[in-house]
Every structure is written in structure tokens, then in C-alpha cells.
């Protein structure tokens, strides 16, 4: 995710990782999630674009092939992570109240912890990546829509269904009879709750009106990850599959929601540049529809999962998800001040795959690390992170 795009984040809030009961696929696709992510800021600490969505109304402009399709991979991220938010509260919810918990201590447990994501952004996250380096407070965000989601989970499921319809779509129409451009914001809340980002402090580029609502969807799906069908890779190519169509109806007619609608003089490769701040319906089925596939493979192939090393480390990253988060901006910050100095000779692409490599390579050693002191440390305040 680009520091325009930022992002959107790794998902925080997990069962316990001890607990034999987690659902591996579910974490390797987080950690795709959040590799796909630090592939996105490498880009952006060493000055390298990796667009291909637009952003405000202002159209995209691919710099090279290349660096648009790596665009198009780390987009993934952000739907993602929020999606799988949603379904996260909904596993560990599940998790607390089979050790025999009760609801409103589960429910106090989900605020604190929201709590502490918001306090990490504005302090730790926001001194190694300020404003002015394209902070978009995607943490702060993510925790205002996990503290709504953790009050309104105990609904009627027939309700949240109803709920997540109607902010999903409600949102794409509301974008149908906003003005272009985009009118400032008028205060704080607007840009946290509507309109992506303003100059009032902090910036936020993810409302939670629209990206809130993939939470909702998540845990949702999070309610029925245990059932068979579930757990069976056809149903997640249906589902995929059935997610690409509807983003290619909706492109072909123009694009539902899309703040700045594919034009055919643009050249055949904006047709996959689609809106993501505002929000689109395009963007959200297309990188969706690419999430649900790779969920599908990796339940075809479930049982393989933990003899893998990729995928353990993978596993490993997206348990650890809100360490790697914040511990990724520290660590491709370094990498790029390092490439400063030392200024290899190479193309932008080439110079950030390789610090991307070897920033994973850092990344899965330290959440070994975090995850094995979590462990044996249970009532730590780590047990909030």
C-alpha cells in the first residue's frame, strides 16, 4: 500500500496463537496480506512507485508496466486486512466464550485492545512515519471500526447482514452525489467516519463508514469458518470467482461507486486502476475476488500449510500481525536510509525487491521472537496486542 494508499493494515485481533483450534489458512493469508503490504512501503521509502488505483478523483499514472502490476499485487493488502479484522474478532470471540468467558468481558477485552491500536498510532507508528512522510493513520482508523464492531457483534446476524449491505452500498451511493473533486472536509469526524483524508490532524485516507463495513463482512464470514463448506476450496473459488464477475459488470458499465470511471482513450491498463480512496465497488470485488482464489488454494492445499516453510513463516508474520506492522515501518526506514548511503547502482524495482526480501527475512525472525515472549508471557500487557 503506497503511503497514498496506504494500506490498510494487518489484522490484530486473533485467537490465542497457542490455541490448536486456529484455522492456518486464515493466517497465511494474513501474512500474504502483510508481505504484499511491506512490499508496498518498501516502494515507498526508496522513492519507488507501486500505483495502480486512483485516489481523490485524480487519475492513476503508471510510471512502467512493472511497477503498475506490483500495484495491482500489494493492493490486496488493504482489503484484506480489513476483512480478515473482522473475521479475527469473530474466531477470538469464539475462542474466549468456549474457555467459558463471559460476553461483556469479551467485550471489554475488544475495546481495551482497540484502545491500545489507536494509542499505538498516534505515538509509536506516528514518530517513525509522520504526516509528512504520508502517514494516513490506517491503525486509528482500524481501531474506531474493531470498537463499533465489538458492541455491535452481539446483534441478530440477520441485522449485521442487513448493516453491512447497507454501508457497503449505502456508501457507493453516497458517492454518486458527491461533487468532483472532492469538497474539504469540515471537521475531524467527516474524515474519520466519510471523507479520506483532509488537513485537519490526523490525516485518514480509510473512513470507516466504507472501509469499516469490510469488517463487518469479515466477521460475518468469520462466524462459519468452522463449518465444512467452509473449509473447502471450491467454496472459496465460488465465492471468487462470483466476486471478479460483479467487478467486471460493474467496470464494464462504468463502474458503481467509482469516483473516476475507466475511459476507453486512457490506454487498456487503467481498466484495472480503480478507486480506492473513496472507496469503490470495483476496487473492493476486484481485489476481493483475488483473495478469496488465493484462500481457495491454500484450503486445497490445507494440509500441507505446516510443512512448508513459506508458509510457516507466513503463518508465523500474520500471527504476529500488529508487531509486523509497526515493527515494519522501523525496519524499511533503516533499509532505506541504508540504500541512501550506500546507493547501488540498480533500477527503483529492482533495489526495492531486494530491501523487500530482506526486510521479511528481518520481519519473521523478530515475530518468532515476539510470539515466543508473548507465549510465556500471558498476562502482559502483550496480550492486548
Request: glycine share 8%.
Amino acid at each position: 500500500m503506497t503511503v497514498s494508499s496506504s494500506s490498510a493494515i494487518p489484522i490484530m485481533l486473533k485467537a490465542p496463537p497457542a490455541s490448536k483450534n486456529r484455522i492456518l489458512a486464515v493466517d497465511v493469508l494474513r501474512g500474504i496480506a502483510i508481505a504484499l503490504m511491506a512490499l508496498e512501503h518498501a516502494g515507498e521509502y526508496l522513492n519507488t512507485t507501486l500505483i495502480a488505483e486512483t485516489h481523490l478523483g485524480n487519475p492513476s499514472s503508471a510510471h512502467s508496466w512493472r511497477g503498475f502490476v506490483a500495484g495491482l499485487l500489494t493492493n490486496l493488502a488493504a482489503p484484506t486486512f480489513w476483512l480478515l479484522a473482522g473475521s479475527s474478532v469473530a474466531l477470538f470471540a469464539a475462542a474466549r466464550l468456549r474457555a467459558g468467558e463471559s460476553e461483556r468481558a469479551i467485550t471489554q477485552f475488544l475495546l481495551i485492545r482497540a484502545g491500545m491500536i489507536a494509542l499505538l498510532d498516534l505515538t509509536i507508528c506516528n514518530w517513525i512515519w509522520p504526516d509528512q512522510l504520508g502517514n494516513v493513520h490506517v491503525l486509528l482508523s482500524l481501531a474506531v471500526a474493531l470498537a463499533c464492531l465489538s458492541i455491535v457483534r452481539r446483534l441478530p446476524r440477520r441485522w449485521l447482514i442487513g448493516l453491512t449491505i447497507v454501508l457497503i452500498v449505502g456508501y457507493q451511493v453516497l458517492l454518486l452525489f458527491t461533487p468532483h473533486p472532492l469538497p474539504e472536509p469540515h471537521n475531524w469526524l467527516e474524515i474519520l467516519f466519510v471523507m479520506p483524508w483532509g488537513s485537519i490532524w490526523p490525516s485518514i485516507e480509510f473512513p470507516v463508514l466504507s472501509w469499516g463495513a469490510l469488517t463487518l463482512f469479515g466477521f460475518l464470514i468469520g462466524q462459519r469458518l468452522s463449518s465444512p463448506s467452509l473449509q473447502q476450496s471450491r467454496t472459496w473459488l465460488a465465492i471468487g470467482g462470483g466476486l471478479l464477475v460483479i467487478w467486471l459488470v460493474l467496470r464494464l458499465i462504468g463502474g458503481f461507486g467509482d469516483y473516476l470511471p475507466y475511459v476507453s482513450d486512457q490506454g487498456w491498463i487503467y481498466f484495472f486502476a480503480m478507486s480506492k480512496a473513496p472507496l469503490s465497488l470495483t476496487y473492493l470485488t476486484f481485489n476481493l475476488g483475488w483473495s478469496m482464489l488465493l484462500m481457495a488454494g491454500l484450503f486445497h492445499f490445507a494440509d500441507q500449510l505446516g510443512t512448508l516453510s513459506i508458509t510457516r513463516w507466513l503463518a508465523a508474520i500474520g500471527q504476529a500481525s500488529l508487531f509486523v506492522y509497526i515493527a515494519h515501518l522501523g525496519v524499511y526506514l533503516l533499509l532505506g536510509k541504508v540504500y541512501d548511503l550506500i546507493k547501488f547502482q540498480l533500477p527503483g524495482l529492482a533495489i526495492t525487491g531486494i530491501s523487500w526480501l530482506i526486510g521479511l527475512v528481518i520481519l519473521v525472525r523478530l515475530a518468532y521472537m515476539y510470539r515466543s515472549y508473548k507465549r510465556s508471557h500471558p498476562k502482559s500487557v502483550l496480550k492486548y496486542i
